[in-house]
């Protein structure tokens, strides 16, 4: 195993085959929809299971930002990431 490849975090298939399932569907029916259907769905388990007010709960699961494009690439095509994160350094 080469040194680069001993950084890589690899991912399961049925993982990689979901996060191609996120896109084939956030391409069908739109991402900011998707978005906000998970970030509900989040919420809620955040409320049934933690015992959250649904004030508390959408606040925990807003503003995040998503993972660098270049990670996104590589689980989505390749089944790994980066750990040591340099590979997403200084994207543009």
């Keep these: 195993m080469g040194r680069e490849e001993e950084n890589h975090m690899r991912i399961s298939p049925k993982e990689q085959q ?4 996120i896109v084939e569907l956030g391409n069908q029916f ?15 388990t955040l409320m049934d299971r933690d015992g ?6 959408q606040e925990a699961t807003n503003n995040r930002k998503g ?5 996104h690439h590589d689980l989505m095509y390749d ?13 543009k």
């Design 18 to 21: 979901a996060i191609r399932t």
């Design 30 to 44: 739109g991402f900011g929809n998707l978005m906000a259907h998970l970030q509900s769905a989040w919420a809620k």
């Design 52 to 57: 959250f007010d649904e004030t508390t709960a």
């Design 67 to 71: 993972y660098p494009v270049k990670m």
């Design 79 to 91: 089944g790994y990431w980066d750990e040591t994160g340099e590979r997403y350094k200084g994207q």
